[in-house]
């Protein structure tokens, strides 16, 4: 999966499997980590549960109150203003990541905590941050990676700004084609039909294509995340 350039919705009822995409993320992001051209920022509102074991591969970690994790969102639009400034003054479109300033994936595991469950005020916030990154990060070197249950447009309002769609099982045929767009479905996803024994299945589709690929991502246990936090020393640089 490129990340590259693009924005990445992975959506999937309890137990689908989310977790096997995210940390297959990070592996196959590990050497790019080590060697500073990535920097993961990590949001785990469920109090780190499930993404804390992999905290030494992060450059920055949140998994406290949701203004805290506002707060970060709100940094990296700050880091956003910063690279466009440059970028601008140096007459070029898009980021090159470097170890001084490498590209940053923003990891958020369940988008609903922040979007639907926090304060109204904190809401506001976490929207107007969430959809500069998504509208002008791209082009800053700035990827937003979001996990999130229920994909209803009260709780992903802005899922249209998500050029690669991950779509694993799903509750019922409607949220199909709220994820990979209208007539997905009917076009072979199904992603409603996805057994509970297969959890990581998935049906993936990219920007700028109709094509929809299915997908299983592969599992890491407890051993195999410890193991690739340990392996992976970040450098200290621009967003660490």
């Known amino acids: 999966m490129r990340l590259s350039g693009t924005h990445v919705l992975i959506a999937g009822a309890t137990g689908s499997g989310k977790g096997s995409i995210l ?7 590990a050497p790019a980590i080590e060697s500073g051209h990535v920097a993961m920022w990590v949001v785990d509102p469920k109090g780190g549960m499930e993404l804390r074991p992999g905290i030494a591969l992060f ?3 949140e998994d406290g109150t949701t203004d805290s994790m506002c707060e970060l969102l709100e940094e990296l639009v700050q880091l956003k203003d910063e690279r466009a400034r440059e970028l601008a003054s140096e ?5 090159e990541p470097t170890p001084a300033s490498p590209h940053i994936v923003l990891v958020i595991d369940e988008l609903a905590t922040l979007t639907a ?11 107007q941050a969430l959809g ?4 002008q990060g791209r082009a800053c070197g700035i990827t937003v990676v979001a996990a999130v249950q229920d994909p209803g447009k009260d709780v992903v309002g802005w899922r249209d700004l998500f050029p690669t769609r991950v779509a694993m099982r799903l509750d019922n045929p409607i949220q199909v084609d709220m994820v990979l767009g209208e007539g997905a479905r009917d076009r072979g996803a199904r992603s409603d039909q996805i057994s509970e ?7 993936v589709r990219v920007e700028g294509t109709r094509e929809l690929r299915r997908v299983r ?3 890491l246990d407890d051993q195999a995340i ?5 392996s992976v020393t970040p450098p200290v640089g621009e967003a660490a």
């Open 217 to 219: 991502a592969s599992y």
């Open 91 to 95: 007459a070029r479109r898009v980021h």
């Open 226 to 230: 410890e193991r690739l936090a340990c």
């Open 132 to 135: 500069l990154l998504l509208t």
């Open 117 to 127: 469950f926090a304060e109204r005020s904190i809401v506001r916030r976490i929207d």
């Open 23 to 29: 940390w297959s993320l990070f592996r196959a992001l």
């Open 59 to 61: 450059a920055r970690f």
């Open 197 to 203: 024994l297969t959890p990581g299945v998935a049906f």
